[in-house]
């Protein structure tokens, strides 16, 4: 079996000395292997993750070449992409006008896994897609890494066994997942989780001179064009009824790229107010006072600067009573609130009605400057220890592993 050529290291099958003359000089082996890693992500987190996972096996490595289905950061990073995926993810309601495209997508990932047999195939989250392109995965012969398990703990748990059949590896970015796998025969291992690893150690923000009608409140609607259409227009009317009682509330709102952003700007309601910048979540959030989210992977990094909130959801109001509240089994639905244990921010997970319940309490809460203080220091002391371990870094070290053996 070929080696690996690690950058700095010499190959396993470099020898010594040249065993003809005797002399002591290393033997430079010119036949390097290049493998090729297959990759599938469809949610800009994901295209994120994959990226940093290029950059961390490139700081290892030149034997690998990347190809896979993703967006504009993992073609940044070297990967070779067959179709850009992301930016058409969906929220599951609105997901069924979808079903063409993906079904025809997977027919052309099918036949390029058959064809290429590339050396692995690395899944990352969106599991209603990407348990497919693992099932083609294996079926071709090729092994396969899941890159941030699927929410089986939360909901449709059955799907257990499919997991276990399609994937060889589990990498968990929660660190409760370990266990959970393992227990379900899944080999999984708790990676750390990508959205902090590049974030240093942060401080509970001070309320000490808060004053909430100059607050500086942050909107986070989501990456999605479902999410944004269900929840900004609620998010405008939240805000232009905040500035009944808070007049000078500063309003900014954050988007995940110039087509979002465009997006967001037009239309707004008469009264609403806000300025917009296409940013890191955690370069806004750790400027702002308070935030309103879209329920997700954001909310983690709200969470790790320290920032409170509250969290939305919306979903089909039919589609929630027929089958929704079955499906879900934790008490919470919201990640910091599950990581907690507890409903540690206020979560409107799905909201159907009107948003002043939702306005009521961010009211409340701006009104109150040592809850907000001491939300601040329970979101510090509940990230904190993610952040201990470099995701990119421990998915690299299983890829390389994996491809060794």
Not at 82 to 89: C, D, H, N, P, Q
Not at 99 to 128: E, F, G, T, W
Not at 215 to 231: D, T
Request: hydrophobic share 45%; charged share 25%; with cysteine.
């Amino acid at each position: 079996m070929q080696t690996l050529r690690y950058k700095g290291q010499k190959q396993k099958n470099q020898l010594p000395f040249d065993i003809n003359s005797g002399n002591k000089l290393a033997l430079i082996m010119e036949k390097s292997v290049k493998y090729c890693i297959f990759l599938s992500a469809a949610e800009p987190s994901a295209d994120s993750h994959c990226a940093g996972l290029i950059k961390a096996l490139r700081n290892q490595t030149d034997s690998i070449e990347f190809v896979g289905l993703g967006g504009e950061k993992m073609a940044e990073a070297g990967c070779k992409l067959i179709e850009t995926t992301v930016g058409r993810a969906a929220m599951i309601y609105n997901a069924f006008s979808k079903v063409p495209h993906y079904y025809m997508l997977l027919r052309r990932v099918k036949k390029y896994l058959l064809k290429n047999k590339p050396d692995m195939v690395i899944v990352c989250d969106s599991p209603a897609f990407n348990f497919h392109v693992a099932k083609a995965a294996k079926r071709a012969g090729i092994k396969t890494l899941f890159y941030v398990a699927p929410q089986l703990w939360a909901w449709a748990s059955w799907r257990i066994g499919k997991l276990r059949k399609y994937c060889d590896k589990l990498a968990c970015i929660l660190p409760f997942e370990e266990d959970w796998f393992r227990q379900r025969s899944i080999e999984a291992e708790y990676v750390g989780n990508p959205l902090l690893d590049e974030l240093e150690t942060a401080s509970a923000k001070s309320y000490t001179e808060f004053k909430p009608a100059t607050a500086k409140i942050a909107l986070l609607p989501g990456s999605r064009k479902a999410e944004i259409e269900s929840l900004w227009q609620p998010m405008q009317q939240i805000v232009v009824r905040l500035k009944e009682r808070f007049t000078n509330l500063e309003i900014i709102t954050v988007a995940v790229d110039k087509k979002k952003k465009t997006l967001l700007e037009s239309p707004v309601l008469p009264d609403f107010e806000s300025s917009y910048e296409i940013g890191s979540v955690v370069q806004i959030a750790s400027k702002a006072d308070f935030c309103i989210v879209a329920s997700g992977s954001a909310t983690l990094q709200v969470a790790a600067v320290g920032c409170p909130m509250v969290i939305m959801y919306q979903s089909s109001k039919l589609l929630w009573h027929l089958i929704g509240w079955w499906l879900v089994k934790t008490k919470h639905l919201s990640l910091v609130n599950i990581l907690a244990g507890k409903e540690l921010v206020p979560e409107f997970m799905p909201y159907f009605k009107s948003t002043e319940p939702i306005t009521t309490v961010i009211e409340q809460m701006l009104s109150d400057p040592n809850k907000l203080s001491q939300i601040s220091k329970d979101l510090i002391k509940l990230v904190e220890p993610l952040k201990t371990k470099k995701a990119g870094n421990k998915v690299a070290e299983i890829v390389l592993r994996m491809l060794d053996h």
